[in-house]
């Protein structure tokens, strides 16, 4: 029972985000560069490659959230959300990336139990989650960063609420093209 309870009250927390009332903005401002990342990760249409970085999504516009933990009704449904949106992304030359502290075997399991069809990367130490202004250890914040195909800092949302927010982002996308 101790254990049902404690888990309710930590989902109860990630979903509704408690820390970000407390949280300093440290975040990278619109018209930065995004900071550079190379981070181990997880896609389950892209089996072979496992380290990705900024560059690779050069000449894309990219959408990198933060998330806090794998499997959480928060984080699945923000996961859900982007990954039912994810062909209308794909329309404006846009890719999602969801960073969490969680390690790849829990992304794959992620991915695969919740049909998640973009990459999850691992961030266990949260570098570059702090890069960001994204990490309250031990979890990353919910933060979403809109990235031109420069690599510039066009929009982004701090400390989110998980409901409709991919729908959020995408409208924002639409308005930036």
């Known amino acids: 029972m101790r254990n049902l309870v404690v888990n309710l009250l930590v989902s109860f927390i990630l ?10 903005d440290f975040a990278p401002e619109v018209g930065d560069n995004a900071p550079n990342f190379q981070l181990e990760g997880f896609n389950k249409n892209i089996k072979s490659k496992k380290i990705w970085e900024l560059n690779d999504f050069h000449g894309k516009w990219l959408v990198i959230y933060f ?17 039912e949106l994810k062909k209308d992304f794909t329309k404006y030359n846009a890719e999602i990336v969801g960073i969490s502290a969680d390690n ?15 990459t999850l990367l691992s961030d266990p130490q949260g570098i570059i989650s702090d890069k960001y202004g994204s990490w309250i250890p031990p979890f990353s914040d919910r933060n ?11 929009y982004r949302w701090i400390s989110v609420l998980p409901i409709n927010h991919a729908k959020e982002v995408l409208n924002v996308l639409k308005k930036k093209i």
């Open 15 to 24: 979903l509704f985000n408690f820390n970000s009332a407390i949280a300093f």
């Open 67 to 83: 998330y806090p933990k794998d499997f959480t009704a928060g984080c699945t449904l923000e996961a859900k959300g982007f990954s």
């Open 104 to 118: 790849q075997d829990s992304h794959e399991s992620f991915c695969s139990e919740k049909s998640i069809n973009y």
């Open 144 to 154: 979403t960063f809109l990235i031109s195909p420069e690599g510039e800092i066009t």
